[in-house]
């Protein structure tokens, strides 16, 4: 079974919970004390960190992530970034990779609840996370038990170096999720706080990509399988940002041509009890919310006259028939 987190050794919390410092969710780096080494945007790239040999720009190595100057003096750096939207953090993972003769000893994490772009002077900062000793070249995971929501957070390094990646698992404030023109809310939506807890397989692209805004914008930003070479069917468990009834479905292959799902079909249920991990070998008897359909190449697919009668859901299992490759996945209704 596959996890939706790239470190296999990641904490429960990566796996339950959205991370609001992913800029394809809209979040964004907008004030640093110094990014002179390399930008402080990229340590919010949803793809792991890369090194690449012999890279160089007109500042010298170039680094995949946020890196400052060497600090001749008192003080240290920072960054303020947006959140993709305001939430309940969780946890973090402060993420070092490749770093090594260039990491920072310590860093910290402190959250503010702003309704502008970027705070100000009077910002109420309060702190998420302790200064913490970090290492290099490794993930830094850390859970976080503040329950005040934030807009923003400051990441702060002691003295200098550099950050790979910033991951910051949250609740979103489900408040602000916006509903279509018939009132529908995408109750999947990863903004709105749903998340992907298993798949069998994620060969090519991570079952979590479906729940990400907009259309894909190209086949490696959908969910996808390898070729399977033996009976039966691949498929993937959500975890809905709210229990409600859904109303609309739309299953999205864009991008995918020679390897798009023969057909598809949902199966859901309303959880109440057992583990993530218990999930999977449940979801094999859940009810049918969608029958199987059959799919079309780089298209959007809707269906709601097909959605059977159900009861209030919290979960479902978007099974493809065999394999193959899916961009996005909406499922619009009411919460419950």
């Not at 919390?13 to 969710?25: E, I, S, T, Y």
């Not at 709105?192 to 479906?210: D, M």
Request: charged share 25%.
């Amino acid at each position: 079974m596959a996890m939706n987190a790239s470190d296999p050794d990641a904490p429960d919390f990566v796996r339950r919970h959205v991370n609001l410092a992913d800029a394809r969710l809209g979040a964004a780096a907008i004030r640093c004390s110094d990014d002179f080494f390399a930008a402080m945007g990229r340590m919010l790239d949803p793809q792991p960190a890369c090194f690449v040999p012999g890279k160089y720009d007109d500042n010298g190595k170039w680094m995949d992530g946020w890196e400052s100057r060497r600090r001749r003096g008192p003080g240290h750096d920072w960054c303020i970034v947006r959140l993709a939207r305001r939430g309940v953090v969780h946890g973090v993972d402060l993420d070092t990779s490749h770093f090594t003769g260039n990491f920072p000893p310590a860093a910290s994490l402190e959250g503010c609840q702003f309704d502008g772009d970027a705070p100000d002077a009077g910002a109420d900062w309060f702190p998420l996370l302790p200064a913490v000793d970090l290492g290099g070249n490794r993930h830094h995971y850390f859970a976080i038990e503040s329950a005040r929501p934030c807009s923003h957070v400051r990441v702060n390094l002691f003295p200098d170096g550099g950050l790979a990646r910033l991951r910051v698992y949250a609740t979103p404030a489900f408040e602000a999720a916006i509903a279509n023109p018939d009132g529908l809310i995408d109750l999947a939506a990863a903004l709105n706080g749903g998340t992907a807890v298993a798949a069998n397989n994620e060969h090519f692209g991570r079952a979590s990509n479906l729940l990400l805004p907009g259309r894909g914008i190209d086949m490696g930003d959908g969910w996808e399988t390898r070729r399977r070479r033996e009976p039966g069917h691949d498929w993937c468990i959500i975890a809905l940002a709210r229990p409600g009834h859904v109303e609309s479905i739309e299953v999205d292959t864009a991008h995918f041509k020679g390897n798009y799902p023969d057909r598809c079909s949902i199966q859901a249920t309303h959880v109440t009890q057992g583990s993530h991990a218990s999930l999977v070998t449940q979801s094999m008897f859940w009810p049918v919310l969608l029958a199987e359909q059959a799919l079309r190449m780089d298209a959007q697919h809707h269906f709601r006259e097909e959605i059977e009668p159900h009861r209030i859901v919290s979960h479902v299992r978007l099974n493809i028939h065999p394999d193959g490759g899916v961009s996005r996945l909406r499922l619009l209704g009411r919460p419950g």
